[in-house]
Structure formats: C-alpha cells, structure tokens
C-alpha cells in the first residue's frame, strides 16, 4: 500500500516525536509512504479566514502534486485533513475548480479533482483493516483505560468528511483503541475543541478547554488520552501543567498521538516512539504496561 | 413504532432540587419526529413534563435542544433516525441556566443580541426617499438572515462553555448581518464603529473555529463562516492591533514566505514582539519544550519551490492587496 505523504507543519515542528513514530508504525504495516517535499502548509483554516480561494489553490496544488505521483494522501494531523477535505469538498464545483486550476498554470500543475485525502487513523479503518492492525499488536495495552480526543476538524462538517459514506469514521478512534487492546473511556469532550487555535489570543479561555476535558477524561478513570491531531496534542500535553496550575487542581494525563499508542502495542519502545519528548510525563503509563524503562 | 427516550429533567421546586434521568416509551407514527414523541411523554406520562415547542415547521425556534448530544430542533429531527442504541437521548440546550426539565433562560442570550445593536446604523445624511438595496448586494445575506433565535448554536458553542462573556455564535452571525449590509456603516457601507467594537475581548477573535455551530444551527446560517468573515472585514479596515489579527496576518506571512508555518515565531508575533510580560510568560513552556526536544526548528528552512508558493499568493490576492 502506498500513499502520497503529507505530514503537516506541525509534526515537524513543535510535535518533532509524532513523524517518526509514524514512519516506525507504517513500515510494520507495509504502508509505503513518499514524500511531497514541495506541499505547502493547508492553511489550517487560519489562511482561509483571510482569504478562502487561496488556502483552497495551495490545497489544489497539494492534491495536483498527489495526482502526478498517481497516490492517494495520507495526512497525520486532524486539523490537515479537515481543511483539505473541505477543500475537496469546494473544489467539486467545475467552474470554481477551473479558476483555481487557473492560478496553478504557470507552475505546470492541474488538479483533476479526484484526491481523496486520508488522515491515518482513517487508512487504518478503511484501507488497511483492523484484522491487519490486530495482527501485528505483539503487547496489548490491556488494562489501559484511554479517553479518545478526536480534534474538531476529523469530525465537523460532516458533509465535507463524507461521515454518510464512511460511517465508521464517527467511531474510528474508539476502534482504535479497542483493536490495540485499550478500554474505550468515553466522555463528553471527546469531540470538542482542545482550545489550541485561541492559545495566543485568549490563553485564559484555551487553558480552561485543555483542564476541562483531561480532567473530565481523569475523573471517568481514563490513564491516558488518545488524539489523531498534533495541534491537540501541543495544547493538551505541553500546556497541560498551565492548565492545571490555572485551574487550581493537578492534572496529570499523558496523552499519547494515535501513532505512539499504536506503536506501544506493537512492541515499540517508549524511547522510539518519541514519549521522552512528551511534557507529561508517561512512566507511570509504562510502568503499567510492564513496558521496560530504558 | 416504539421510542424509548431518555430525558435529563429538573425540577427548581423538588426538594433537593438536581437534574435526573428519565426513560420514558411512546408510540408514534414511523415518521413522527422527535418533538412528537416528546409531546406524547407530556400528554401520556407527565403532564408536569415542562419544553418549549409551537410551530413544529422549524420556522418558530422554540425546540432547541440537545439530541443525543448535539443541538438541534426537536421538530425538525426524525425519531427513526435519531435513536441509537434504542434510545433517543434528550438534553436541554446547553450554555444557558435550566428553568425546568428542557426549558432554559435565554435572557443571556438575548443580552448579547442586543449588545451588537441589532439595527441598521447608517452614518452621514439620511438618504431623501427610501434606501434601496439592490437585490445583488443583499443575496449573501440570505443565509443568515435565516437565523430564528433557536439557540442551537450557543448551546454547543465550546468558548461559551468556559467563558459566558464571548458574544457567541448567534449575536457575531447577527452582527455580520449588518456588518455587510450595504445600507450599514458609512457611504461605502463600511460598518468601522461596529467592527471596532468586535474586536474587542470576548468578541470576533475569541472564536476557536470548533465548527460545532455550523453543525447545529438547523437553518444554515453558519455562524463560524461569518465570524471568520467579520475577521477578514476587521482586518481590511485597518483593526490589526490585536492578537488575533497579528496571528493571522503572521501565519499568512510564514506561508506565504517558506511554504509552511514557523511556528516559533508564530507566538511572538501574535503576541507582539514588545508585549514583554507576555512574551515571559511562555519562557517556562519554551523551555520545557527546549529541554525535551520539543522545540520548532531554530532556523525555519523554506520548503523546495517555496517561490510558486509566494506566486499563487501574488496571484490570488491580486498586486492591490500586495502593498
């Protein structure tokens, strides 16, 4: 299985442990991926409050180079997905698909308009299967209790993210989770907004999103929190202790990118899967699992 | 067919008055909607059953509430295709105090209505005869003239639910609706009093982009699509000293310049390269971040063939936005 790879801005960036631990569990999974070194950024949806036509032409390109490579994208990042995937979703107008195409000319590229970009944890549900996942899982997270964080642009707007066609991406995390050998804990937070895209214009009110849902996760026993997106990820673990000293309580939720959690089960170790880097520290999760400390 | 929905009631005037579920099962018609279903509990089971409904058109706003989880309109959900699990689960609106079982205050709500001023405000000379609009400056507004007040979008908005002071989804959609009405503002329509205002604390920029408002509002106004559009408008009129503005126009740049985000210097430049106390504050995450190798790249390299990037930029916003 091969993919056109995107990993996004953040996996290189402020998440450096999550690209890693992704290229570690798509080799065991025979998932090739090859790189688009010239992708641009997707925007995030920061671009498009600016201006719509333009975060959707860098997409178009994107989605053009994919098409050159004759692959399908595969994205790790919830909050790359869901702007492509809206992007696509636009992009189905013919008439606005030829002015976009328009801007693409004069670097030789054309979006035909069949990418169908695929976040990870969607490939593994849909395209690799989970019978595949289970039969590589070597160390089950058995006794783990782990609340699911989807991140808001793997789930909303439903339309654009085709939920009618593929109607196990409502519950793919869950399955996740249950395949590598977890407990599911569910909460209410689990689709909510991690508060990370208001971090730097009302951190008080971003603070108070990232201590509401790991302590609504603790209090229904969760040992860790799960997420598919690395900007969750950079608001709910490396902003954890400020959330926790705001809201006056200790918190103390490791919180593991889909691909670590992944890895674990498959026999990976904790320092290839990049959780050393992680500003919660996840021993107490390792030491559960019998995972040796090295 | 057989509902069985569960019900979060409550009861101010109960003796130890705390919000408890209920299951009640009714018969209704295969293509009875939840609204049905929920009239026949009251008319059945419990007459002290207290909601909100009237139209049952979705025309009237009366029956928002949260169906299993998510708001929406009572009278506009079809039973058959909410029940998961054999039940149906039904919740008041969330981000507004309870009165009784699904009945909220929506006093707060109509607060930050008419904190927007929700009324045209045409500056200079009033015009002679009537004003008239031409039907193509008005089209875009048809969505969002829409809005019937239900609520559905406060009640999942996922600031409003750690902060009660932003302005929210419904009032911003509102204030957009006048924002980009030509008659509003001055002679080019350019509403700047009002947009000055929204960029204040608890207003535009306190939007987290969750979406949960596009997904609940039950007439397609899309809130979170106007409060992005506020904030394209605000920075069009010139209101760029805030943290918001400074973090859009500076991710822009990023793109814009490598191709993809720096993140390290995305934070100081929404912050404010001389908001010194600000900047201190996130030293001891820096350097958390720093001691577990968790730091953005030092030098921000550009991405190969950055430069087509920086050319669909000077393409798609024309030489006019580039100065």
């Given at each position: 299985m091969k993919y056109a790879f995107f990993p996004g801005c953040v996996s290189r960036g402020?998440?450096?442990?999550?690209y890693p631990a992704t290229k570690l569990i798509c080799e065991k999974l025979d998932i090739e991926l090859q790189e688009m070194p010239a992708a641009s950024c997707t925007g995030a949806g920061v671009l498009q409050e600016k201006n719509q036509l333009l975060g959707d032409t860098l997409n178009a390109r994107t989605f053009a180079m994919a098409e050159a490579l004759d692959l399908p994208i595969l994205t790790i990042c919830s909050t790359c997905q869901g702007v492509m995937s809206q992007a696509n979703h636009r992009l189905k107008d013919p008439e606005y698909l030829a002015k976009v195409n328009g801007f693409l000319a004069e670097e030789d590229l054309e979006y035909k308009g069949h990418a169908d970009p695929k976040h990870l944890l969607w490939v593994l549900v849909e395209d690799v299967g989970l019978d595949k996942l289970l039969s590589l899982i070597?160390?089950?997270?058995?006794?783990v209790r782990m609340a699911p964080f989807y991140g808001c642009y793997i789930v909303r707007p439903t339309d654009a993210l085709e939920f009618e066609d593929h109607p196990d991406r409502e519950t793919a995390l869950e399955q996740i989770i249950e395949t590598i050998g977890a407990t599911v804990v569910d909460?209410?937070?689990?689709?909510?907004?991690?508060?990370f895209p208001i971090l730097t214009i009302n951190e008080r009110n971003s603070m108070a999103m990232v201590a509401k849902h790991t302590l609504e996760a603790k209090e229904l026993g969760a040992d860790a929190m799960i997420t598919p997106c690395p900007l969750c990820h950079l608001n709910l673990d490396s902003f954890q202790p400020k959330a926790a000293a705001q809201a006056g309580r200790p918190i103390g939720l490791p919180i593991l990118h889909m691909p670590q959690a992944i890895g674990l089960a498959m026999g990976l170790s904790p320092n290839d899967m990049g959780l050393?880097?992680?500003?919660?520290?996840t021993t107490p999760l390792e030491v559960a699992l019998g995972i040796p400390n090295r | 067919m057989d509902v069985t929905l569960k019900i979060k009631r409550f009861d101010?005037?109960?003796?130890?008055?705390e919000s408890f579920w209920q299951d009640f099962t009714v018969a209704i018609d295969e293509s009875g909607t939840v609204l049905d279903a929920l009239i026949k509990v009251r008319e059945?089971?419990?007459?002290?059953f207290s909601l909100r409904c009237s139209?049952?058109?979705?025309?009237?706003?009366?029956?928002?509430m949260r169906i299993n989880g998510h708001a929406g309109l009572a009278c506009k959900t079809q039973a058959s295709t909410a029940i998961k699990d054999g039940i149906i689960t039904i919740e008041p609106a969330g981000n507004m105090p309870v009165i009784k079982d699904l009945v909220v205050n929506f006093d707060s709500f109509w607060d930050k209505i008419n904190q927007i001023e929700p009324y045209l405000k045409p500056e200079g000379p009033e015009p002679e005869a009537e004003y008239i609009a031409s039907n193509e400056s008005m089209l875009h507004l048809s969505s969002v003239t829409s809005?019937?007040?239900?609520?559905a979008c406060v009640s999942d908005c996922t600031v409003m639910e750690v902060d009660p002071t932003f302005l929210g989804p419904a009032a911003l959609a509102k204030a957009y609706r006048f924002t980009a009405?030509?008659?509003?503002?001055?002679?080019?329509?350019?509403s700047k009093d009002r947009l000055e205002e929204l960029?204040?604390?608890?207003?535009?920029?306190?939007?987290?982009?969750?979406m949960e408002c596009v997904t609940a509002c039950?007439?397609?106004?899309a809130p979170m699509d106007r409060i992005m559009a506020l904030r394209d408008q605000a920075i069009e009129a010139?209101?760029?000293?805030t943290n918001g503005a400074r973090h859009t126009e500076a991710f822009s740049d990023s793109v814009e310049h490598s191709?993809?985000?720096?993140e390290l210097r995305l934070v100081p430049k929404s912050v404010g390269i001389t908001n010194i106390s600000a900047l201190i504050g996130y030293a001891p995450i820096a350097i958390q971040a720093l001691t577990h190798g968790k730091?953005?790249?030092?030098?921000?390299k550009k991405l190969p063939q950055s430069e087509n990037v920086r050319k669909i930029f000077d393409k798609v916003e024309g030489p006019e936005e580039r100065k």
């Open positions: 402020g998440c450096p442990e999550l070597t160390r089950p997270l058995a006794g909460f209410e937070g689990k689709t909510r907004c991690c508060g050393r880097r992680h500003i919660v520290n | 101010p005037e109960a003796a130890d008055p059945d089971h419990d007459g002290t139209c049952r058109s979705a025309i009237c706003g009366s029956c928002a809005c019937i007040m239900c609520g009405d030509p008659r509003d503002g001055d002679a080019n329509g350019l960029t204040k604390p608890s207003g535009m920029w306190d939007c987290t982009r969750c039950p007439k397609g106004v010139g209101f760029t000293n191709g993809w985000l720096d730091m953005p790249p030092i030098i921000h």
